[in-house]
């Protein structure tokens, strides 16, 4: 069964029941070149005791799908790419919000590319594959879901733009959703408007309101009955017996404004709580047995209830867990240089997040190499983040980076992109790395703050600072509060986190996930002029530290040199088998970097002595000869008609006899010999390149300039 929809005049093919058979939902999209193999399959049995949706997303590339063998000893694929983690969560993020509530089966979808034919198209093809695979499938969901990419150029938005159209774009814009209303947002842009930003956004939802009419269709074709949840009703008896425990506490313990301080007085009330209630009396009069366990379901009542009670005092006092207004940020303070031996380093706190970021600059060497399936790429600017686990105050191990570091850098790197200097202005690589020292929410934000004021006290020429935000939402009805600068609980009992980064001129990233079935324009676009003003006020603190790079690099940083030369004596530079670099660089202790159809030399050099004894090597090997000119040469060949002489490295020229002396001479044996030093003029360069060459005029002009000193 197939289902197809017209996109800029190409086919959007959804087909079922030919492949992947034994899984609950499958579904091969179909658009061009790329095709995506879709799958979900659900656990049988519910797993009790979950307070999350056990669902997990896999998105990935095959190689084979763009006619490659993967590199590496093993030539199979291997660890997900920091691109497939990337997918994953941008599939998961408006899927996720779709379950209903109370759903406990073990779910995974798989997102298979098996033909690459356009990069910008596999995420988008994932998200309306895993969509239409849940929607066939007997799994319950109150899907479906479309997803779209828009572009910008010019004036016009463009629907999915592909290679060409992503270069000349200025907005590159994710958007997912249901019939009614946005589940999830994400993309960067040229420091964009927030009006531009919402008039994309309605634009992609017309569309996206095309693709789940499709998907409806196939569903009409192949849906399967859905299973029955069987929804708990929540214990009266145990949620009254928590409310009267704590109910003259709670407000108290939940609006202390320091997170450590309010976490622990919550702790003690759920403890009292278990103490209290996890009894065989209780278990015996709530289940009729004396043997249950009810921690689960206290724990699970008692969280329900800070819930309820921290949403309904902040909508109806307007007033947050720390004591500040819906429109205000918490106290920020900004370092800078603080490590001395780094290139550049900061200290963004705000509230009670804290990032340390540090700013590495190397040359062309430390380039990141990206063999994808698009093919080999470099990048020679990265943003890292690590969260570490004592900024939480946990306990656990250090491990390699998850997909939640990997997406908060991302984003953060994607966010300061738009602003880091070509590699013609600024010819390094450079690495950004942001380590959360502590956290109560929006630590990605914060990094990108951190970050900007590393670059600058790195003395790398940004184009301007860029400041982040996260803004926060809670829905009660017809009731609506934006939040901004939200806590890590606003956001964890909140209804969305929307991340807004940019410069005073306009937005460079952005990524929106919801936990409700989607917002409006009207809400986005609020949370959108709210966040303006906050990325404001956060740019002018930021400035209060440091307001443009720093003039000079650290004294601890690499020092390099760009030279331009004609492509055609690159080959000068290297010599026979690289004889003439190595020996450069032996010399004078500098990295030598060449890049052949450009012409350009880089070097690379910890001190600037080292750098100029390179370049003036350098120089002197591409000099070229002047007409008009006089330099001192050396005899290299003799012939009857006259000799050639050396005059630049690798630069010969011919003197005729005719102008060796004002005299006639037999042989040009009589005056002169290999290995000479003499001086000549370039009295002509012809259309083909040579040199020709004259002692006698060098000699006249030499002996008028004595004479004229005299």
Known sequence: ????????????????????????????????????????????????????????????????????????????????????????????????????????????????????????????????????ALTISDIPFNGPVGAI???????????????????????????????????????????????????????????????????KELQKLAGKSKREIINVEDNKFIKEAILDIISEKVEHALFIKRKLERQQALDQLLNECLQSLNTEEISQKVYGTSNKDLSLEIKKQFDKIIKQIMREKIIKNGIRL????????????CMVGLLPRVHGSALFTRGETQALVATTLGTSEDEQKIDSLEGETFKTFMLHYNFLPFSVGEVRPLRGPGRREIGHGYLAERALSSVIPSKEEFPYTIRVVSDILESNGSSSMATVCGATLSLMDAGVPIKAPVAGVAMGLIKEDEKILVLTDILGMEDHYGDMDFKVAGTENGITAFQMD?????????????????????????????????????????????????????????????????KVIKSIIEETGVKIDIEDKEGIVKIASPDEASAEKAIEIIKGITQEAEPGKIYMGRVTRIADFGAFVEIL??????????????????????????????????????????????????????????????
């Open 149 to 215: 990419r828009v572009g910008k150029i010019e004036d016009e938005f463009i629907l999915n733009p592909d290679n060409e159209e992503s270069e000349k774009s200025t907005l590159n814009l994710v958007v997912a959703g249901t019939e009614e209303a946005v589940t999830m947002v994400e993309g960067s842009a040229l420091e964009c408007s927030e009006e531009i930003l919402v008039e994309a956004l309605k634009f992609a939802h017309a569309h996206i309101k095309n693709i789940i009419a499709l998907q």
């Open 322 to 333: 720390d004591g500040r207004k819906p429109d205000e940020i918490r106290p920020i303070t």
């Open 649 to 710: 490295p690798g630069v010969e020229g011919l003197l005729h006899i005719s102008q060796i002396a004002d005299k006639r001479i037999q042989k040009v044996s009589e005056i002169l010999k290999i290995g000479d030093q003499i001086p000549v003029k370039v009295i002509e360069i012809d259309e083909l390149g040579r040199t020709r060459l004259s002692r006698k005029e060098a000699l006249r002009e030499i002996e008028g300039r004595t004479v004229t000193k005299k």
């Open 514 to 578: 919801v936990k409700i079935s989607g917002i409006n324009y009207e809400i986005f676009k609020h949370a959108l002029e709210q966040a303006k003003q906050a990325r404001l006020f956060i740019l002018k603190k930021m400035s209060e530290t440091i307001s443009e790079p720093k003039k000079e690099l650290s004294s601890h940083a690499p020092r390099i040199y760009t030279i331009k030369v004609k492509p055609e004596k690159i080959r000068d530079i290297i010599g026979t088998g690289g």
């Open 1 to 132: 069964m197939e289902v197809e929809l017209n996109i800029k005049g190409q086919n959007l093919s959804l087909q079922t029941g030919i492949i992947a058979r034994q899984t609950d939902g499958s579904v091969l999209v179909k658009y061009g070149d790329t095709y995506v193999l879709c799958t979900v399959v659900a656990e049988k049995t519910p797993k009790e005791g979950l307070d999350f949706i056990p669902l997990t997303i896999d998105y990935q590339e095959k190689a084979y799908s763009a006619g490659k063998i993967p590199g590496g000893f093993f030539k199979r694929e291997g660890k997900p790419t920091d691109k497939e983690v990337l997918v994953s969560r941008l599939i998961d993020r408006p899927i996720r919000p779709l379950f209903p509530e109370g759903f406990n089966y073990e779910t995974q979808g798989i997102a298979s590319v098996l033909s690459y034919g356009d990069e910008n198209i596999a995420d988008i093809l994932s998200i309306i594959g895993i969509s239409s």
